[in-house]
């Protein structure tokens, strides 16, 4: 079914603007971007008094974490997830994670995400939950070693690179997978480079926590540096992408650049969990891909990249002291093409042959006038509840504000259940 988005005016790669209308092929692909014959397509979105963007790239989180939203804020990360994550999570049902991913597929949905990261439990729930709503993301399952027996520990190795092997490639094509360890300090060494050998074998991404805090710091009973010892151990490279990066050192983010990792940036998570100011500046001038995560909401608070756009480039300038460091068209970047190419996912900018992910972004509020700069006012004064149409993989996931593949108040009711459940039994 051929899709026509008319009447609007279009984002294109090189961050210009202009006014098009947007032909979708029955293969869910862009056919032609311009002054098109509005006559011929099966059906049409409206538009006009919009600004029709790449859909937005979300490049880590948590999206069952929804469940979470609100249950234990304004603490250090270490006794965060010591005393409150960790626990609730042990007590987590795949039901919950079905529960908890449809909420976040249904916020990630009205507010233009069309592709996610996910590092969490229960996999095979969650791939059927974006099989449902039409979402596209790179999915893997989070190995935490420390704490854990041998058998538990070789367990969970094992979960990880079953999933990474069994679910690339459904959903049509939309779920992809990664290998995923937590973090190289809360994962063993031997499992690690069984998890890498394993990345290998399924041809499949490396992704994991690095240098979120200073307890990340030193995973080796040697005191060498995270940085070194995960290169040391063949995590880093063109196809592993990085959450957070936060505490890097001149050398680490040369390390990060010669190796062609990137970074997903999540600033309101490391503002909120005070984790520290990410040197953006410094990894985009040392040619670092550099992406954009909201983590889980249960450290965000919420999963809106509009958000986490104006927090990227306002705790960017700040980190480097220079009101031009991190500017609206870098972050405009980062939550679009640069996510898409940290995740190795198609998207991430509108033109012929890519896929149609796109995000109607309607221009009539208060807040977005006058329009002196489109792209400005992306980075700084949109909001996810000015997205009128969500398109993902040529499919309309939302129209004129109504979600078309997820029951929103049934979805809100579950998610409501299942959380007041999951704190019940996690007590």
């Known amino acids: 079914m051929t899709l026509l988005v008319t009447g609007g005016r279009v984002l294109r790669p090189d961050h ?94 009205r507010s233009g995400t069309t592709a996610f990261a996910d590092m969490y439990f229960h996999v095979p729930e969650l791939v059927d939950v974006i099989a449902e709503t039409g979402l596209r993301a790179r999915v893997g399952h989070g190995v935490v070693t420390v704490g854990k027996d041998d058998e538990s520990a070789a367990a969970d190795v094992r979960e990880a690179l079953d999933v990474a092997a069994e679910y690339d490639g459904t ?35 490396l992704h994991f926590h690095f240098n979120e805090t200073e307890a990340y710091l030193d995973p080796d009973e040697t005191g060498e540096r995270s940085g070194a010892y995960a290169d040391r ?23 990060l650049a010669d190796t062609d990792t990137a970074v997903a940036h999540c600033p309101a998570s490391n503002m909120k969990l005070a984790s520290g100011l990410a040197p953006v500046k410094q990894l985009r001038e040392a040619g670092v891909t550099v992406a954009l995560g909201t983590d889980g909401a249960a450290s965000n608070n919420d999963l809106d990249m509009f958000d986490e756009m104006r927090d990227a480039a306002m705790v960017g300038k700040l980190a480097a002291e220079d009101a031009s460091a991190v500017p609206a068209d870098a972050v405009v970047e980062m939550a679009t093409q640069g996510g898409a190419e940290a995740l190795g996912l198609p998207g991430g900018q509108i033109a012929e042959g890519e896929p149609a992910d796109l995000a109607v972004v309607d221009l009539s509020g208060a807040h977005l006038t006058p329009e002196h700069d489109l792209v400005s006012h992306l980075a700084y004064a949109a909001r996810g509840s000015d997205v009128r149409h969500t398109v993902c993989d040529g499919a309309v996931l939302m129209r004129d504000g109504e979600l078309l593949t997820l029951d929103a108040e049934r979805v809100k009711r579950e998610a409501e259940e299942r959380a007041r459940d999951l704190v019940e039994r996690a007590s």
Not at 51 to 57: A, I, M, R, Y
Not at 82 to 93: F, K, Q, T, V
Not at 177 to 194: C, K, L, Q, S, Y
């Open 16 to 109: 210009t603007v202009e006014r098009a209308d947007i032909r979708v092929d029955t293969d869910g692909r862009i056919e032609a971007v311009g002054d098109l014959d509005r006559t011929d397509r099966d059906q049409s979105l409206d538009a006009s008094g919009a600004l029709v963007t790449p859909g937005l790239v979300n490049a880590h989180g948590h999206a069952a974490m929804t469940l979470l939203r609100g249950y234990a804020d304004d603490k250090p990360l270490d006794a965060w997830l010591r005393e409150d994550i960790w626990p609730m999570e042990a007590a987590l049902s795949g039901a919950d994670i079905a529960a908890g991913a449809r909420l976040a597929a249904a916020e990630m949905i």
């Open 171 to 205: 959903a049509d094509g939309r779920v992809r997978t990664a290998v995923t360890p937590h973090a190289p300090h809360t994962v063993g060494t031997d499992a690690i480079e069984t998890l890498v050998a394993g990345a290998r074998e399924h041809e499949v991404p």
């Open 233 to 255: 151990l063949g995590l880093l490279g063109e196809s592993s992408w990085v959450a957070h990066g936060v505490h890097l050192t001149g050398e680490e983010i040369d390390q």
